[in-house]
């Protein structure tokens, strides 16, 4: 996605997106989808383009079956290559996009045991054991538990 045809397609969308006031977190997201939906399907100009709903659910069924991605992740694509083809390139949908939906994962938290617990703790000490104790103790993530700060604040007699 290197072409100067490219670029302007990648300029118009960054520029609506800025009137629109969009995040520029979301604008780098969806011109990163952009340039991969063009890689994938090798596109060259603008002509390239036309037949947009079969190409995006080929390019969204491709990340969920291939990419192995996220629901999230495909969502995120799907509304990137929207916004390109509804803001930027003034296309009105003909039918729905009936892309392969990616698989929810289940996540199913890994917890310690109170023995195995009990074998590490002693095997720690200083900063590390107080963070596992904190850790184990109260339920905190760990960012929150490396971000707490010991306030020192004398009482006043």
């Known amino acids: 996605m290197s072409t100067p045809r490219s670029r302007k397609l990648l300029e118009e969308t960054r520029k609506i997106m800025r009137l629109r006031h969009y995040s520029i977190h979301t604008e780098r997201a969806y011109c ?8 994938y399907h090798g596109m060259t100009g603008r002509g390239d383009l036309k037949n947009g709903e079969a190409k995006i659910e080929a390019f969204l069924t491709h990340l969920a079956m291939d990419a192995d991605v996220a629901p999230s992740t495909q969502n995120q ?8 083809y509804k803001h930027v390139l003034k296309y009105s949908w ?3 996009i009936n892309a392969v ?3 929810r994962k289940i996540k199913i938290p890994v917890v ?3 023995e195995e617990i009990a074998q590490i703790i002693p095997l720690m000490e200083g900063t590390p054991q107080l963070i596992v104790k904190l850790l184990y103790g109260s ?4 960012i929150e538990c490396l971000r707490l700060r010991v306030h020192d604040k004398a009482a006043k007699t």
Request: charged share 35%.
């Open 32 to 39: 990163d989808w952009i340039k991969r939906y063009v890689r």
């Open 77 to 84: 694509a799907m509304n990137a290559l929207v916004f390109l």
């Open 94 to 96: 003909d039918k729905e």
């Open 101 to 103: 939906r990616a698989p």
């Open 112 to 114: 310690m045991t109170r």
């Open 139 to 142: 339920g905190l993530r760990v």
